[in-house]
C-alpha cells in the first residue's frame, strides 16, 4: 500500500534521523505514520486528563501495526475568558486549532490522525480540521468526557448566576465561593448541555466519534477505553482505504442537527455545524435547524434547560439511546457510515447487543432525582419519543426586519412566556455596560435588551454569559427582559435571549441602527424579529421603514477595533454567524 508518508521517505532524508533522535525506531519510520493530537493543557478542566486518553490511542495506533507521535495544541477557556477582552479570542481560536492540525498533518504528510478534545472550540477545530483533510486521511475524534457533579447537583453553570446574583446585593460572596468550590469535582467537560457537552454529542452523531464516547464520565476507566479504540479504528479505516470524507456527508450532518434538536444542544452549534460543512465543500443552510426541529421531539431533561447532568446522560444511554428512540420515528438516516467502518444502525445493533444500557442503568440507580423522592431512572433524564412532556426541536432561527439573515433562539430553555413578546428596546454598545444595568436594576421588565458590535467581524464574537445569568438570576427578569446581539451565548445560557443577529453592526446591519426607545417584537410562533416601533414616528410598518432608511444614510462604518495580531486576522476574514464565522479568504 502507497503511503502518504512515502513522500518524507523518499524526499526527506532528515526526517528518518529527527524521528530516530525522539526514541521512534527505523521499523517505526516504515510503519503508517498517525498523528496523536490533543488539546491536554492546564487551561482547563475539560483538558487536564487528555494526555491519559493520549497514551492510550498511542497504545492502540502501536497495537493495529501503526507509528504514533503526539503532538498538542492546547485551547482556550471560555469559563477562564469569560466578563473580560479575553473572551474576543476564544471563538477565533477555533480557527486557528483547526489551522495548526492541518499543518501538522500536511506538513509531516500523516497517514491518519487520533485527534483528542473535550470542549467549546477544542472539538469543532477538530471537527474543521479533518473536514477539510477528508481525500487525504482517515481519522478518529476522542471525546474528553463529561465532569463529576458537584454538591448536591451543583453544576458549573450555577457559577455564573451565583456571581450575578452577589453583584446585584441578593447573595454574599461566600455563597458564591461554596458553588466555585464544590461544583467541579474533577476533570472533564462542563456538566450541562452546554457547548462542550454538544460538540462531543455532535461528534458521535457525525459517525466521527466511536459509538458511546460523547460524554463518558472523565474519571472512570470508559474515556481510557475509547481512546485505545480509537487507535484500533485509524489503523482499521486507514487499511479499508476509508477516509473521512466517506463518512462526513448531508446525511451525517442532517443526522447531526436531528440529534441535536433532540438533545437541545448549544445555539453555539449553529456556528461548528455550518463552519464543518463549509469545510467540506459540503452545502448546508443553517436554517435546517428550524426545518428538522419542528419534527424532532425534544427528548432530554439536561442542565440548563433542565435538571439533570451530562454523565447522567451517558448512562442514560446518551447519543445511541437517542439514536436509537430516533430511529423508531423513523428520523435518522441508518445507513450513513461511521469510523467503526459499520453504519449507524450496526453500531446500534451491536451497543443493543453489548450490556451497555443495562450497566447505564444501574448506574442512574446510584442517583437519587432531584426532589430525593426516588432513584434516578433513564426516562428521568432522556424521554421516549410519546412523552406528553415532550415539545418538538430546542432551537429556532428568526428572521425579520432586525435579522435580516437571521438570528437564533434556544426557546427549549425559556420561559414559555417569552415565546411572543414586545417591549422597548434599550441599546448597549458592551457585555459589561448590559451587565452593570441588569445588576444594578436599572432595567425595567418588558425592556428588551440589545447589545451591539459583538459579531465576529467586530471583535471576534464573545459570548455574552455574565449578562444571559444575570436575568435568569434575578427573579423580576428572568421571564420578563429579553437579550438581544449580534455576539453569542454559552451553550449553557438560558432565558428569553437571542444571539447571532446578522448581519452584524460591524457589517452594517439593522441591529446597527436600533436607538433606545425603538419598540422590538419577538415571535417565536412567526419565527420573526422585527423592529416594529421608532422612537421618532408612530409604530406603523411604513413608518418603520423610513425611519429605518434614514438612519442608515446617516450611518457610517465604525474604524476597525482590531488591525493586527490574531484578531486582526479573524475580524477581517470571517463570514456571517449564520454561515459558521469561519475564516474565509476568498
Keep these: 500500500m502507497t503511503l502518504r508518508s512515502d513522500s518524507l521517505r523518499e524526499n526527506a532524508p532528515e526526517a528518518l534521523a529527527l524521528y530516530l533522535s525522539g526514541a521512534a525506531t527505523e521499523a517505526d519510520f516504515s510503519k503508517p505514520l498517525i498523528l496523536v493530537h490533543s488539546t491536554f493543557g492546564q487551561s482547563h478542566s475539560g483538558s487536564y486528563h487528555l494526555n491519559r486518553l493520549v497514551e492510550q490511542s498511542v497504545l492502540g ?30 471563538l477565533p481560536s477555533r480557527e486557528f486549532i483547526a489551522g495548526m492540525i492541518e499543518a501538522y498533518v500536511l506538513g509531516h504528510a500523516f497517514d491518519g490522525a487520533v485527534l483528542t478534545a473535550s470542549c467549546d472550540k477544542a472539538l469543532p477545530a477538530a471537527l474543521i480540521a479533518v473536514a477539510r483533510l477528508k481525500g487525504e486521511i482517515p481519522a478518529v475524534i476522542v471525546p474528553g468526557g463529561s465532569g463529576g457533579i458537584g454538591s448536591c447537583y451543583l453544576l458549573s453553570g450555577d457559577i455564573a448566576k451565583s456571581f450575578a446574583r452577589v453583584q446585584a446585593g441578593l447573595d454574599q460572596v461566600e455563597d458564591l465561593r461554596y458553588i466555585q468550590r464544590h461544583s467541579l469535582p474533577c476533570e472533564g467537560a462542563c456538566q450541562y448541555m452546554g457547548t462542550a457537552s454538544t460538540m462531543q454529542v455532535m461528534a458521535e452523531a457525525l459517525g466521527l466519534a466511536p459509538p458511546t464516547a460523547a460524554l463518558a464520565p472523565a474519571n472512570e476507566r470508559y474515556v481510557l477505553t475509547t481512546a485505545r479504540q480509537a487507535g484500533l479504528l485509524v489503523m482499521d479505516l486507514h487499511r479499508r482505504s476509508i477516509r473521512t470524507g466517506d463518512i462526513l456527508s448531508e446525511a451525517s450532518l442532517r443526522n447531526a442537527v436531528i440529534i441535536h434538536q433532540a438533545t437541545g444542544g448549544s445555539t453555539n452549534a449553529l456556528l461548528h455545524l455550518p463552519a464543518i460543512a463549509a469545510a467540506a465543500r459540503i452545502e448546508f443552510d443553517v436554517s435546517l435547524f428550524d426545518e428538522l426541529g419542528r419534527i424532532t421531539p425534544y427528548l432530554t431533561n439536561l442542565h440548563s434547560a433542565g435538571e439533570y447532568a451530562s454523565r447522567q446522560f451517558w448512562y442514560a444511554g446518551g447519543v445511541q439511546r437517542v439514536i436509537a428512540l430516533l430511529a423508531n420515528c423513523g428520523l435518522l438516516e441508518m445507513n450513513a457510515l461511521t469510523v467503526t467502518g459499520k453504519t449507524l444502525q450496526q453500531n446500534l445493533d451491536d451497543v443493543t447487543a453489548s450490556d451497555f444500557f443495562k450497566a447505564g442503568d444501574g448506574y442512574l440507580a446510584n442517583y437519587a432525582t432531584r426532589d430525593r423522592s426516588r432513584a434516578l431512572r433513564r426516562t428521568d433524564v432522556i424521554r421516549d419519543p410519546d412523552d406528553a412532556n415532550n415539545s418538538y426541536g430546542s432551537v429556532a432561527i428568526l428572521k425579520g426586519n432586525l435579522a435580516p439573515e437571521g438570528a437564533v433562539f434556544k426557546y427549549s430553555a425559556c420561559d414559555p412566556a417569552m415565546y411572543e413578546h414586545r417591549g422597548p428596546a434599550v441599546v448597549f454598545e458592551s457585555e459589561e455596560e448590559c451587565f452593570a444595568a441588569v445588576t444594578g436594576f436599572r432595567v425595567k421588565p418588558g425592556d ?12 471576534g464574537m464573545p459570548e455574552l454569559f455574565n449578562t444571559s445569568s444575570a436575568i435568569i438570576a434575578i427573579p423580576q427578569y428572568r421571564s420578563s427582559v429579553a437579550l438581544i446581539t449580534d455576539g453569542r451565548f454559552s451553550g449553557g445560557t438560558a432565558g428569553p435571549v437571542i444571539g447571532h443577529v446578522s448581519p452584524e453592526a460591524a457589517a452594517g446591519g439593522p441591529i446597527a441602527l436600533l436607538k433606545t426607545g425603538d419598540t422590538i417584537e419577538i415571535s417565536l410562533s412567526q419565527r ?12 406603523a410598518e411604513p413608518d418603520v421603514s423610513r425611519i429605518m432608511s434614514l438612519r442608515r444614510e446617516a450611518w457610517r462604518r465604525p474604524a476597525r477595533r482590531f488591525t493586527s495580531g490574531i484578531l486582526g486576522t479573524y475580524t477581517r476574514l470571517a463570514v456571517s454567524p449564520m454561515r459558521g464565522a469561519y475564516m474565509d479568504g476568498s
Design 61 to 90: 495506533v502501536h497495537e493495529a501495526g501503526g507509528a504514533a507521535f503526539r503532538f498538542t495544541t492546547t485551547d482556550l477557556c471560555d469559563g477562564v475568558a469569560t466578563g473580560h477582552d479575553g473572551m474576543n479570542y476564544v
Design 448 to 459: 428588551v435588551l440589545v447589545v451591539r458590535n459583538e459579531g465576529p467581524g467586530s471583535c
Design 528 to 539: 420573526s424579529l422585527n423592529v416594529v416601533g421608532v422612537v421618532e414616528g408612530l409604530a
